[in-house]
């Protein structure tokens, strides 16, 4: 059974900083893409920040500039790095990854259970 686990969510003032981080757990063969999603009360869950195995990244327009993803491959973690924060990055923030466990040849999706960011203006 493969787990995603996030941490380091909380309240912080508009302006602060906050790193999120996500470690994934489990017979895990490997991991291609590793992403960050939000949601916000009564509002869809979008994509705030993607990275390949290889370290390519995608950042949704409102990010870009204030949050960086990066990854550990070696502990299959991925971190978001969030400055400037405003008070509309207010959200649960869950993290995923495409994976592939040992004997099966094909990947799937797993997301963990969410953190929450609070940022109060």
């Known amino acids: 059974q493969v787990q995603l686990v996030e941490s380091g969510g909380g309240l912080v003032q508009a302006g602060g900083s906050l790193r999120l981080s996500c470690a994934a757990s489990g017979k895990i063969f490997s991991i291609n893409v590793m992403g960050w999603y939000r949601q916000a009360p009564g509002k869809q869950r979008d994509l705030v920040a993607r990275?390949?195995?290889?370290?390519?990244?995608n950042y949704a327009d409102s990010v870009k500039g204030r949050f960086t993803i990066s990854r550990d491959n070696a502990k299959n973690t991925v971190y978001l790095e969030m400055n400037s924060l405003k008070p509309e990055d207010t959200a649960v923030y869950y993290c995923?990854?495409?994976?592939?466990?040992?004997?099966?040849?094909?990947?799937?999706?797993?997301w963990g259970r969410g953190t929450q960011v609070t940022v109060s203006s």
């Open positions: 990275i390949t195995s290889g370290g390519t990244t």
């Open positions: 995923n990854a495409d994976l592939m466990q040992y004997s099966s040849d094909s990947s799937y999706r797993s």
